[in-house]
């Protein structure tokens, strides 16, 4: 389906009045698609939910930490209404705009986030394959944060059409919820997608700089094998503990994401064996290895004893569930977190004994750039991503 300026314009509106408004809102356009959907709540706030039991039957957006807090929780926003872009009203926008409900909504401020130093970082993992050979775990994912001044023109909703553009293989979604903030992203992992009575998933992991060569030229090091190898047996030990016993897997096969090149491997099965436990694999799934480590507690513990900063929704999960008879749930990857004259990029890498700590740190810089290399385009660039 193709979009005229008008349209566009109409989806520019939507967003820059709920952005304005402090109205709870979510944009995406999925994967291979060119619809953009906006889903808006406005008579209400966003459900923060106690458990994802119950989500199967709800229509609307989940937003999930990486780890549950008190300050972060799990919020579940059900549309008022769905606009698609070729069908967003002005006389809807007009009424929104004079919605004043949530002005007084405090928004969230930076909270003293400071960019992780290359220092801190290096030691991390280097503790990290201290703690590994002493036994304590398999895996870790450390991860990093940059604190940069948004460009004095900037506009979110340009910056949300020009990843729509650049990255036509992401999950690209701009979203704005109480207690959550503004986030967007363009990220390449699925953690659970249910399509045409089909589920699917992914283990994904490895990383290297793409060079323009051939996608199935790219060779891997014994470490990125590993790695890959890690996530994969995981995913299918989660699979055959929720016994799911018709799965296909199809991998590993290089994976373009962005400027980035990874190892994936591809799981299926019929919906049927799901039986309304979309919770259950959600929580059984979160965190993979590819975001968190393995074992899962061990890893998470030691993540959150070393890293400095609040991962906040970064390598959290979100998507819409059951819009247009689809469930679209994917890792908060690639993203930055906006606040009214800064942005937030957050990246990691995942760590294993055969890690090299400055190769890592070189290799979080190279996830940074999905975001930045946008940020710093002057004109909607050209391109292909995840």
Same mark, same amino acid.
């Given at each position: 389906?193709?979009?005229?300026?008008?349209?566009?314009?109409?989806?520019?509106?939507?967003?820059?009045?709920?952005?304005?408004?402090?109205?709870?809102?979510?944009?995406?356009?999925?994967?291979?698609?060119?619809?953009?959907?906006?889903?808006?709540?406005?008579?209400?706030?966003?459900?923060?939910?106690?458990?994802?039991?119950?989500?199967?039957?709800?229509?609307?957006?989940?937003?999930?930490?990486?780890?549950?807090?008190?300050?972060?929780?799990?919020?579940?926003?059900?549309?008022?209404?769905?606009?698609? =872009?070729? /069908? +967003? %009203?002005?006389?809807? !926008?007009?009424?929104?705009?004079?919605?004043?409900?949530?002005? &007084? #909504?405090?928004?969230?401020?930076?909270?003293?986030?400071?960019?992780?130093?290359?220092?801190?970082?290096?030691?991390?993992?280097?503790?990290?394959?201290?703690?590994?050979?002493?036994?304590?775990?398999?895996?870790?994912?450390?991860?990093?944060?940059?604190?940069?001044?948004?460009?004095?023109?900037?506009?979110?909703?340009?910056?949300?059409?020009?990843?729509?553009?650049?990255?036509?293989?992401?999950?690209?979604?701009?979203?704005?919820?109480?207690?959550?903030?503004?986030?967007?992203?363009?990220?390449?992992?699925?953690?659970?997608?249910?399509?045409?009575?089909?589920?699917?998933?992914?283990?994904?992991?490895?990383?290297?700089?793409?060079?323009?060569?051939?996608?199935?030229?790219?060779?891997?090091? =014994?470490? /990125? +094998? %590993?790695?890959?190898? !890690?996530?994969?047996?995981?995913?299918?030990?989660?699979?055959? &503990? #929720?016994?799911?016993?018709?799965?296909?897997?199809?991998?590993?096969?290089?994976?373009?994401?962005?400027?980035?090149?990874?190892?994936?491997?591809?799981?299926?099965?019929?919906?049927?064996?799901?039986?309304?436990?979309?919770?259950?694999?959600?929580?059984?799934?979160?965190?993979?290895?590819?975001?968190?480590?393995?074992?899962?507690?061990?890893?998470?513990?030691?993540?959150?004893?070393?890293?400095?900063?609040?991962?906040?929704?970064?390598?959290?999960?979100?998507?819409?569930?059951?819009?247009?008879?689809?469930?679209?749930?994917?890792?908060?990857?690639?993203?930055?977190?906006?606040?009214?004259?800064?942005?937030?990029?957050?990246?990691?890498?995942?760590?294993?004994?055969?890690?090299?700590?400055?190769?890592?740190?070189? %290799?979080?810089?190279?996830?940074?750039?999905?975001?930045?290399?946008?940020?710093?385009?002057?004109?909607?660039?050209?391109?292909?991503?995840?």
């Amino acid at each position: 389906m193709a979009f005229n300026k008008s349209s566009y314009l109409s989806l520019n509106n939507l967003q820059t009045v709920c952005l304005k408004q402090n109205i709870p809102f979510a944009s995406y356009r999925l994967p291979l698609d060119v619809e953009i959907i906006t889903l808006v709540q406005h008579h209400s706030l966003p459900e923060k939910l106690d458990s994802l039991l119950n989500v199967d039957n709800e229509v609307g957006f989940v937003v999930s930490p990486f780890n549950e807090t008190s300050e972060h929780g799990t919020y579940f926003l059900k549309p008022d209404c769905v606009c698609f =872009s070729n /069908e +967003i %009203e002005d006389t809807y !926008i007009q009424k929104l705009s004079e919605n004043n409900r949530f002005l &007084s #909504l405090e928004k969230l401020s930076e909270k003293e986030i400071q960019t992780t130093a290359s220092e801190e970082y290096i030691n991390n993992v280097n503790a990290a394959k201290m703690a590994m050979t002493e036994g304590k775990f398999h895996k870790v994912v450390l991860s990093k944060v940059r604190l940069e001044n948004l460009p004095e023109d900037f506009k979110p909703e340009a910056f949300f059409l020009k990843l729509c553009s650049t990255y036509p293989h992401a999950f690209v979604y701009l979203i704005q919820l109480p207690g959550v903030g503004c986030w967007m992203g363009a990220t390449p992992e699925p953690l659970l997608v249910i399509e045409n009575e089909q589920v699917k998933t992914v283990s994904l992991a490895g990383t290297q700089i793409a060079t323009n060569q051939p996608i199935e030229s790219y060779q891997w090091s =014994s470490k /990125e +094998i %590993e790695e890959q190898g !890690i996530v994969t047996n995981f995913v299918e030990q989660t699979l055959k &503990s #929720l016994d799911i016993k018709h799965c296909s897997k199809v991998g590993p096969t290089n994976y373009q994401a962005a400027n980035l090149i990874h190892l994936k491997t591809a799981f299926e099965f019929p919906q049927a064996e799901l039986k309304n436990r979309l919770g259950d694999f959600l929580k059984a799934l979160h965190p993979t290895p590819s975001v968190g480590g393995l074992p899962k507690a061990e890893a998470r513990e030691f993540i959150l004893a070393n890293e400095k900063h609040d991962r906040s929704y970064y390598t959290g999960f979100l998507g819409p569930v059951n819009i247009e008879n689809k469930t679209n749930i994917f890792v908060n990857l690639r993203c930055l977190q906006l606040f009214d004259k800064q942005f937030v990029l957050y990246s990691g890498a995942g760590i294993t004994t055969s890690s090299v700590a400055e190769n890592e740190w070189t %290799e979080t810089d190279n996830k940074m750039l999905t975001m930045m290399n946008v940020m710093m385009t002057p004109k909607s660039p050209k391109g292909d991503l995840i």
